[in-house]
């Protein structure tokens, strides 16, 4: 009776799937003064000009020296008079002096060092890998498939939660819904085991007909079992998918498993289960 309850709840196809089945500036040029107009020439007798005359201020043109070549000979540093250096007798009445070029100092820019993460062990190791052995046997997926992406579920079948008497695990593998049960090895032969499991499957889906196609002897770490393979179909005839079903015993561990696969596409549940039963080991 608990195997039969067991299967009752697990992967399902079609329209009605149970629940075991479904990381991115310019530089200021220096004005040039600009120069008065010369007076007019007065009418009456001219004022007795001072003997000291102011000394002019020399033109941009007498400081900085014309080059007629577009090279400047490495030797050849232009000289700037430097504004600050003028007195008021060199500068002329109304020439405002240059504005003195400042220079912003260049902004260093700063590095911000990003920490780098290290991950803590995950306390999940067995989800996050694809492999499953807390139970006395190992269940392995492809290397490329973690059980965290299957939607796992794992629970008890006699009691709240599985041991290594008793379990059901659930989850998608690639399209494909798998179930695997496990209870104390009864007297009962995997063959009978898995005409228990098809019928229970098909009182389970009242709307689709299921139709035994095709079974055989496996082998399965070393155990003898037997595997059986279905079609089903819905009520107007239409493909709805097929299934497979496996039971073995092992032996050292006392314990009877059961494997049922659904799914879609008949090849991609051929591969699914292949790969389960050789990635199984009692121990």
Do not use: H
């Not at 700037?80 to 020439?95: F, G, K």
């Not at 496996?218 to 059986?228: A, K, L, R, W």
Request: charged fraction near 15%; glycine fraction near 6%.
């Amino acid at each position: 009776m608990l195997l039969l309850a067991a299967c009752g709840g697990g992967s399902q196809i079609a329209d009605t799937p149970t629940p075991e089945a479904k990381v991115v500036a310019k530089a200021i040029a220096q004005p040039t003064p600009t120069k008065e107009p010369p007076e007019p020439e007065p009418t009456t007798p001219p004022i007795p000009k001072p003997t000291s005359t102011p000394t002019p201020m020399p033109t941009p043109a007498q400081v900085l020296p014309t080059t007629t070549s577009t090279s400047v000979p490495p030797t050849a540093t232009p000289t700037r008079m430097s504004p600050s250096t003028a007195t008021p007798a060199q500068m002329p009445p109304n020439a405002t002096p240059p504005p003195v070029p400042t220079r912003s100092p260049t902004p260093v820019p700063t590095f911000t060092a990003t920490p780098t993460l290290i991950p803590s062990p995950s306390l999940e190791e067995t989800q996050s890998s694809n492999v499953i052995d807390d139970f006395g046997f190992t269940l392995s997926l492809d290397k490329d498939t973690s059980f965290s992406s299957t939607n796992l579920t794992i629970s008890g079948m006699s009691n709240d939660t599985a041991n290594t008497q008793q379990g059901l695990l659930s989850f998608e593998y690639n399209g494909v819904d798998i179930a695997i049960l496990w209870l104390p090895a009864t007297a009962d032969s995997p063959s009978s085991i898995i005409e228990s499991t098809f019928q229970l499957l098909k009182d389970s889906q009242p709307s689709n007909i299921l139709t035994p196609v095709s079974d055989g002897d496996i082998s399965i770490d070393g155990e003898s079992g037997t595997f059986g393979g279905f079609v089903a179909t819905d009520s107007s005839g239409a493909n709805a998918g097929g299934g497979l079903i496996a039971a073995w015993t092992c032996q050292e561990l006392d314990i009877s498993l059961i494997l049922v696969a659904t799914g879609p596409d008949a090849t991609a549940l051929q591969i699914r289960f292949d790969r389960l039963v050789s990635g199984f080991k009692c121990s």
